[in-house]
Every structure is written in structure tokens, then in C-alpha cells.
């Protein structure tokens, strides 16, 4: 099993920033691909930004430009910082995380969420 805790969320102004943070832990051997999700009241979960393992990154067209995501493979934590902030940006933030387990001498793979952490931007 892997575990991930998102923390960082908050409220905050119109402008405003925060960063978001992603701990992974459990019998990790390696972890693939990392990313954000939101999901305001109401409304589908939304992909925000993912990032490999070698670094590639990739943002939803609403956050580009304000929105940065990186990763620290040495801790398996994800970062997710928000500069910028609308209205529009609250929601729930979830973390997401797909890899590979050690457990009992195999390798097997994992998919992986966090519960979330909420995000409130207003004035």
C-alpha cells in the first residue's frame, strides 16, 4: 500500500498564492507518474498538472502560466505551486500517484489518492 497526504491548502485572496505539498510513503520502489486533480462542488474532477518521473510536465490550459509542478524523487513528495489565484481555482485538491510496490520479494504496480486538500480563493 502507498499512502499519499496532501497539506498546504488554505484560504486565500484573489492574487494570492499557496503551495501545495504530497507526501508518498509505504513500500515504494518506484514512482511513475505524479499529479494534481481538483474537484470543485458540483463539477467533474478536473486534471490539473502532472509531472514523470524524469521531470516532463504537462498543465490543463486554465492554469498554465501560474501553476508550477515538481516533484523531489529523493522524498517522494509533489509540490504544487499556485501563483495567481481566481475565484475559479477552489476546489479540492487531490494528489495522484502510480508506480511500483516491493512487497513480499515481487515488484507490483499501484495506483494511489490522496484525500485532498481544500483550496478557497476569495475576497
Known amino acids: 500500500q502507498v499512502q499519499l497526504v496532501e497539506s498546504g491548502g488554505g484560504s486565500v485572496q484573489p492574487g494570492g498564492s499557496l503551495r501545495l505539498s504530497c507526501a508518498a510513503s509505504?513500500?515504494?520502489?518506484?514512482?511513475?507518474?505524479m499529479a494534481w486533480y481538483r474537484q470543485a462542488p458540483g463539477k467533474q474532477r478536473e486534471l490539473v498538472a502532472t509531472i514523470t518521473s524524469s521531470g516532463s510536465t504537462n498543465y490543463a490550459d486554465s492554469v498554465k502560466g501560474r501553476f508550477t509542478i515538481s516533484r523531489d524523487n529523493a522524498k517522494n513528495i509533489l509540490y504544487l505551486q499556485m501563483n495567481s489565484l481566481k475565484p475559479e481555482d477552489t476546489a479540492l485538491y487531490c494528489c495522484?500517484?502510480?508506480?511500483?510496490?516491493?512487497?513480499?520479494?515481487?515488484?507490483?504496480?499501484?495506483?494511489?489518492w490522496g484525500q485532498g486538500t481544500q483550496v478557497t480563493v476569495s475576497s
Open positions: 509505504g513500500n515504494i520502489f518506484s514512482i511513475n507518474t
Open positions: 495522484y500517484a502510480d508506480g511500483s510496490i516491493y512487497s513480499s520479494g515481487y515488484h507490483r504496480p499501484f495506483i494511489s
